[in-house]
């Protein structure tokens, strides 16, 4: 336990690492967030195109909680499926908080009504609240909230994003039994991130589904078209065009939806700095400036899309997708760079 004797709140940038950062001090190890985000790997890009003028998916990972971390850690992660709110609240018995995925969409403090969904995302749940809710540790907010138990266990059993829905999966950590050392583990990651990106083994992952988002972007003005309804940035359910929403989820999915912003990019910078640092070696920290440069290119882009991705102009959200388009490639063509670099340390 940490030195109050219990789980402590904290504010985070990435969901998934920014939970792992929160038990794990709670067991007496703090740790910052950019260690474990670089060290757990899965970082890279994913493209997943929806049916019809459902909205596409952009991911700034590649892989959903890896837990290469932990090991490294020498941490004991177990996976469980609680069907029910009895048996998520019999495993909170043991362990000062669980870690579990769920879709955002539909928690009610993130006021989206499930009308914007995201499967992907991660939040610590501490402790029981009366029988009939839980208290949840939400690293994108400031204060812990309480989620009724219905809530919690729809958004954990949602299918609503797929390929990406949290399948009620439920994480409990052991303690932890050693420190990485980042000079040399640091390097390591570092090389298996080039190599997953760089060739990934998919077209909808890593630069191929850079590629590929880039030539279904452009085919959004014919493919996103009709009225649909969505969820506005005050949580208000409207009425708007298919690209119009597709516009706004990118947006959601680049600045909101658990990345701390620039779609994980500035996040990936962080981690090669400190890798820099311990491994005195300033080549890390020119490739950790090419991914702050990128997370730039995607911040701007995705600041834009929430701004004025809710336009009624039909000629204006086609020149929209003319930015996203022209984003994606200049943010790639920068990754490659940084990439290419690392690969060759």
Same mark, same amino acid.
């Given at each position: 336990?940490?030195?109050?004797?219990?789980?402590?709140?904290?504010?985070?940038?990435?969901?998934?690492?920014?939970?792992?950062?929160?038990?794990?001090?709670?067991?007496?190890?703090?740790?910052? %967030? %950019?260690?474990?985000?670089? +060290?757990?790997?899965?970082?890279?890009?994913?493209?997943?195109?929806?049916?019809?003028? !459902?909205?596409?998916?952009?991911?700034?990972?590649?892989?959903?909680?890896?837990?290469?971390?932990? @090991? /490294?850690?020498?941490?004991?992660?177990?996976?469980?499926? &609680?069907?029910?709110?009895?048996?998520?609240?019999? +495993? /909170?018995?043991?362990?000062?908080?669980?870690?579990?995925?769920?879709?955002?969409?539909?928690?009610?403090?993130?006021? *989206?009504?499930?009308?914007?969904?995201?499967?992907?995302?991660?939040?610590?749940?501490?402790?029981?609240?009366?029988?009939? !809710?839980?208290?949840?540790?939400?690293?994108?907010?400031?204060?812990?909230?309480?989620?009724?138990?219905?809530?919690?266990?729809?958004?954990?059993?949602? #299918?609503?994003?797929? &390929?990406?829905?949290?399948?009620?999966?439920?994480?409990?950590?052991?303690?932890? @039994?050693?420190?990485?050392?980042? =000079? $040399?583990?640091?390097?390591?990651?570092?090389?298996? *991130?080039?190599?997953?990106?760089?060739?990934?083994?998919?077209?909808?992952?890593?630069? &191929?589904?850079?590629?590929?988002?880039?030539?279904?972007?452009?085919?959004?003005?014919?493919?996103? =078209?009709?009225?649909?309804?969505?969820?506005?940035?005050?949580?208000?359910?409207? #009425?708007?065009?298919?690209?119009?929403?597709?516009?706004?989820?990118?947006?959601?999915?680049? %600045?909101?939806?658990?990345?701390?912003?620039?779609?994980?990019?500035? *996040?990936?910078?962080?981690? +090669?700095? #400190?890798?820099?640092?311990?491994?005195?070696?300033?080549?890390?920290?020119?490739?950790?400036?090419?991914?702050?440069?990128?997370? =730039?290119?995607?911040?701007? *882009?995705?600041?834009?899309?929430?701004?004025?991705?809710?336009?009624?102009? @039909?000629?204006?959200?086609?020149?929209?997708?003319?930015?996203?388009?022209?984003?994606?490639?200049?943010?790639?063509?920068? %990754?490659? =760079?940084?990439?290419?670099?690392?690969?060759? $340390?």
């Amino acid at each position: 336990m940490n030195s109050a004797g219990r789980y402590v709140h904290r504010r985070g940038i990435h969901c998934e690492s920014a939970c792992q950062c929160g038990i794990l001090a709670a067991g007496g190890f703090d740790v910052d %967030e %950019e260690v474990v985000f670089g +060290l757990d790997g899965g970082f890279g890009f994913s493209f997943f195109p929806a049916n019809g003028n !459902a909205p596409d998916i952009v991911v700034g990972k590649q892989e959903i909680m890896p837990l290469r971390a932990a @090991r /490294l850690m020498g941490v004991e992660v177990g996976l469980h499926t &609680p069907r029910s709110s009895a048996a998520l609240a019999k +495993l /909170l018995a043991s362990t000062p908080a669980v870690m579990t995925r769920v879709d955002l969409g539909l928690l009610p403090h993130w006021g *989206l009504g499930g009308r914007s969904s995201f499967g992907g995302y991660f939040v610590n749940v501490t402790r029981g609240v009366g029988g009939e !809710a839980f208290e949840v540790s939400d690293p994108a907010f400031d204060t812990p909230v309480v989620v009724g138990a219905a809530d919690l266990d729809a958004a954990r059993a949602s #299918r609503s994003s797929p &390929p990406v829905n949290p399948d009620r999966k439920v994480y409990v950590f052991g303690p932890r @039994r050693t420190t990485p050392r980042l =000079r $040399l583990v640091g390097p390591v990651a570092v090389r298996t *991130l080039c190599r997953d990106v760089l060739g990934p083994g998919s077209r909808s992952l890593g630069i &191929p589904g850079m590629k590929r988002l880039i030539t279904a972007a452009a085919a959004w003005p014919r493919s996103k =078209r009709g009225e649909v309804e969505d969820v506005d940035l005050e949580g208000r359910v409207i #009425r708007t065009d298919a690209l119009a929403r597709q516009l706004l989820h990118v947006g959601r999915q680049i %600045e909101s939806f658990g990345t701390g912003g620039g779609l994980f990019r500035p *996040l990936m910078g962080r981690f +090669l700095t #400190r890798v820099a640092a311990a491994t005195d070696d300033p080549r890390y920290a020119e490739s950790a400036e090419l991914f702050f440069e990128s997370g =730039r290119l995607w911040q701007t *882009l995705g600041a834009t899309l929430l701004a004025r991705g809710a336009t009624d102009s @039909r000629a204006d959200l086609t020149s929209l997708v003319d930015g996203v388009t022209d984003t994606v490639r200049s943010a790639m063509d920068v %990754e490659k =760079r940084a990439l290419g670099a690392l690969t060759a $340390l």
